[in-house]
């Protein structure tokens, strides 16, 4: 018996039966690593959508701030003239839309968020031109700026420190 051709057939398929069992597992750790990377996508892109909701929440409700300062400043009652019953129902609603978008914020938000936002509304519902815009002011800047914080982006932006309520880049909107 040629015991060298015997062992080169035995060694041969050692190596062949190794290949085999190599590739499988190599197989096996790709496919654990797909797994892992597209869980790790999954998750980058629920991450995405919900900050992309959360900013798209926030706007809404720095809008609903913005329009309820603007009704209450056309339903103020100064300069002599009394406030039209339209006017005074605006309000109302633009008040009554801007607790309704800040409670969808108290759900999704973080307590520095919730808490500007309860202040927010606490001032503007209480809000009457020309008195008080300072007041008004400083609760917007500081729920922009809470609510910027938590998106991750630098406090400042459209607010300038300026601003007054009905001003270009203020919280009241500027001329129609």
Known sequence: MDWAAVTAAIMTGVAAVAGVIGTGWQASRARQAEAANQRISIQAEREHAELADKRRIYAHCLAAVNAAIKACIDAGE???RTP?????????NAKLAMTDAISEVQLIGPASVVVHAGNAQAVVST????????SVVEAYRAL???MRA???QQPGGPVSPDSIPGQPGGPGPGPA
Do not use: I, T, V
Not at 84 to 92: G, K, N, P, Q, T
């Open 127 to 134: 809000y009457q031109p020309p008195a008080g815009n300072m």
């Open 78 to 80: 100064y300069q002599s």
């Open 84 to 92: 039209s019953a339209r006017a005074l129902e605006d309000r109302y």
């Open 150 to 152: 938590d998106l991750g």
């Open 144 to 146: 922009h700026a809470a």
